[in-house]
Each structure stands twice: as C-alpha cells, then as structure tokens.
C-alpha cells in the first residue's frame, strides 16, 4: 500500500480513510482511538503497539485488529511503515525515540503532550520534524475546544488586551492522583508539573494573547504533600488508616467512588486497575499497587502550587496560577482589554463593555474541562481536526503545530527556571 503525507497532498482529498497506528493505548491513546473510530469512512485503526497485555488485548478487540498488535514501538518500528501517521501517547520521558524513529519512516504524527520532558528533546523533536517534511501535531487540546473559538471570536470586542488573570484548578483529588502518588509525581522520572499539567495553559495564554513572550518570573513549590504534614496515626496505605473517614485525600474513597457512583472518579479508577471496574481489583491495588499509599508518604517532589508572570511583546501581561487545592472544575479566565473586560470560566464568556456598561454572556454549551470529561470537547475536535487535515489535504486545520508548541514549551522551560533560581528569565 502507498502511504500519504499531509504535506505532499495539500488540497487534494485522499480517495480513501487514512490508516492510523497507536503507540501507548492507555487513557489519552484509547480515547483520541475511540474518538477516531467514529469517523470510519475517513480513518482506519490499524496497528496498536503497548507493553501491557491485558491492555492491548482490549484495545485489539475494541478496534478489531488481528494484525499489527505490538508489545512495543520498537517491534512496530521494526516492520517499516504500516500506516500514514501515528498518535505516540507513551509516557512523557518515551516521546523523543518514537517520535523521531516514526517521523523518519515517513509518518505523521498526532503526539501527546508534553512534547518532551526537557527542553533540548522538545527542540529535537521539532528538528526532527523540520528535517523530514512530516507534519506533527501536539495535543494541546485548550486551543479545540468550542469555548476558545467562541473567546477568540468575540475577543476583538474588548479592544487591545492589556492583561490576562488566569487559573488552572487542577483539583485536590486529580493532584493527589497524578501529582503525588501516580505517574508525574516525579520530575525525575517524569517531568515537573508546570510542564506536565499546565503546558496547556501557557501554550492557550500565548494563543489567546497572540504575541510572543519575552520575559518571564515564577513562584511555588511542594508545600501540603509533605512527610512532616502527615496526620498522627496515619497508615502507610490508606487501606488500612484509621484517619480514612476524616482525610480529605482518603483513596479508599475516592476510587470506590470512582467504582460504585462513576463520574468523572471512574477516570482515576480506571487508571489505578488498569481499566478493570470490580471491588476485586480496586482493593487489590489499594492494597498493592502505588494509588493506595498515604499523600504524606510518597516520593513525590513537584510543585503542588506555583505563580507564572509573563510579559509579551508589546507590553501586554499575564498571571497564570496552577493550584493543585480546589474543586475539579474549570479554568478561570479574566482578559482586560482597553475598550472592555472578558471573564470567562470554559463554558460561558461574560463580556463587559464600558461605553454602554453592559455585560453580553455566551454559552458555549460544553462543560468539563478535565481529562475525564474530554476537555470541553477539546479532545474530540483535536482528533477532528487531525483526520481531517489528512484527509482533505488541509494543515490549517492543524492548530497546534510542532513549531508553535516548541515555542510554548520553551516559555514553560523558562518559567520552571525562573522558579528554581528566583529570577528574571528572558527568552
């Protein structure tokens, strides 16, 4: 079969879905596949690598793939190309090898962010996509959603934007989830969590703002998930703690939540079993695996709040706080403008005018910013407009580009350094 590149047939609509290959099938590969499937006449599931095998079996069944199942990228690799592009969604400190083995045997390339885990392997992947002529689209997934069209749409309304207040909310049980005692609990192992969770948001402030940043300080660190904030009594596994009805981090509660009630704590349940939903397989990981362990007895390490001031060209500001302590719910956004004020909060958009001192509120429809929730149809438009950018030949449609998110990436970097050191960072 000849295989098609988005650069090489700009356009011209393919006469055929494009194939597409998945490397890391667990809960953002899986979704950005399931959202894909929907669209059958213009792509085809063809190939899954992933090293879990209860998961791959899964996934195989679900996309009715016989062939073409992997235990890793490398046995995929192994073969040549099977496919016209790929979604790499391994863990963040696996993108640099794939991605650059993938773009070199001609694929396209739908990867999950972040881009890389440090700055020099972000550059390379954009490098690597320079030097091969293939397209990469990262998933920064803020810029498809509904609410940001809309915002955009109505921004010009406010005049020139002066400065911008925003909040990422990241929510006690997600942060404790992910941050403390799953995978980006490490920046060693995995990354910092500035890049990790809120990536997306620096990249968003930057395609809202539509300048490019050029200085940047920052504030935070591990403050609450901390050995010596441990409660006296506390288990070393929640499963076992006396303090389990009065602590606010119980995960005995929350993934028998999770469990018996769904919601958006199915998401986290999901991840702690490895998709199994049965009290079985929830107390066997409370009881065994790392999703059961007190908060104040981790090996955590990454920040649980930070501050991130930015200065565009051109004079404009930005604060941009990630807080790990709050509710799981939306982003909250305040942009002043010189001609009136826009709030908004990922579903609705208040806009304040100040000639007429009237506020005009939009409703955007999608609520739930969350991963769990598909990020306010984020995830869904994402994979949308990456199927169809290669199959109708049109990369405009492709609105996170590797070029424009090494860029943002390299902001987070600088942010990151200015907390560390306690300076003024300059890109």
Not at 17 to 38: C, D, H, K, N, W
Not at 89 to 105: G, I, V
Not at 343 to 348: E, I, N, P
């Amino acid at each position: 079969m000849t295989y098609e590149n988005l650069l090489a047939h700009v356009a011209r609509p393919l006469n055929r879905p494009i194939t597409l290959a998945v490397v890391g099938a667990g809960a953002r590969g899986s979704a950005y596949a399931e959202f894909a499937s929907q669209w059958p006449d213009r792509v085809q599931i063809v190939a899954v690598a992933e090293p879990r095998d209860l998961v791959r079996t899964r996934f195989a069944a679900r996309h009715g793939l016989l062939h073409n199942v992997f235990v890793s990228w490398r046995a995929l690799a192994s073969v040549g190309r099977v496919a016209d592009a790929v979604i790499v969604s391994t863990l963040d400190a696996d993108h640099l090898a794939p991605t650059k083995a993938f773009a070199e045997q001609g694929y396209d390339i739908l990867l999950e962010k972040p881009i890389a885990p440090t700055e020099a392997d972000s550059i390379a992947i954009g490098e690597v996509a320079a030097r091969t002529g293939i397209t990469i689209a990262v998933c920064h997934v803020m810029r498809y959603t509904p609410y940001t069209k809309a915002l955009r749409e109505v921004l010009p309304s406010i005049g020139d934007i002066v400065s911008v207040e925003h909040l990422e909310p990241v929510g006690a049980y997600h942060f404790a989830h992910s941050f403390v005692r799953g995978n980006w609990r490490r920046s060693d192992e995995s990354t910092f969590a500035l890049l990790a969770k809120a990536c997306h948001d620096i990249d968003w402030l930057g395609y809202i703002v539509g300048k490019p940043v050029l200085r940047t300080s920052s504030f935070g660190g591990l403050f609450h998930f901390r050995a010596e904030n441990r409660p006296a009594g506390a288990a070393e596994r929640c499963l076992d703690c006396p303090l389990n009805e009065s602590c606010a981090y119980s995960a005995t509660a929350l993934y028998r939540d999770g469990l018996r009630k769904g919601g958006t704590k199915q998401y986290f349940t999901r991840v702690m079993t490895g998709g199994v939903l049965t009290e079985e397989a929830v107390t066997r990981a409370l009881a065994e695996g790392p999703y059961g362990r007190c908060v104040y007895a981790c090996d955590n390490d990454v920040a649980d709040h930070q501050v991130v001031n930015l200065e565009f060209e051109g004079g404009a500001t930005a604060s941009f706080t990630m807080a790990a302590f709050t509710p799981l719910e939306n982003r909250h956004t305040k942009i002043f403008g010189t001609r009136g004020q826009l709030k908004g909060d990922g579903r609705y958009i208040h806009v304040y005018d100040f000639r007429s001192e009237r506020t005009t509120t939009i409703d955007t429809s999608i609520d739930g910013s969350s991963a769990a929730e598909g990020h306010a149809g984020g995830d869904e438009n994402l994979t949308k407009s990456f199927v169809d950018a290669l199959y109708e030949g049109r990369p405009e449609l492709i609105l996170s580009g590797i070029r424009e998110s090494v860029d943002s990436h390299r902001v987070v970097f600088a942010a990151e350094r200015a907390r560390v050191t306690g300076t003024v960072v300059s890109l």
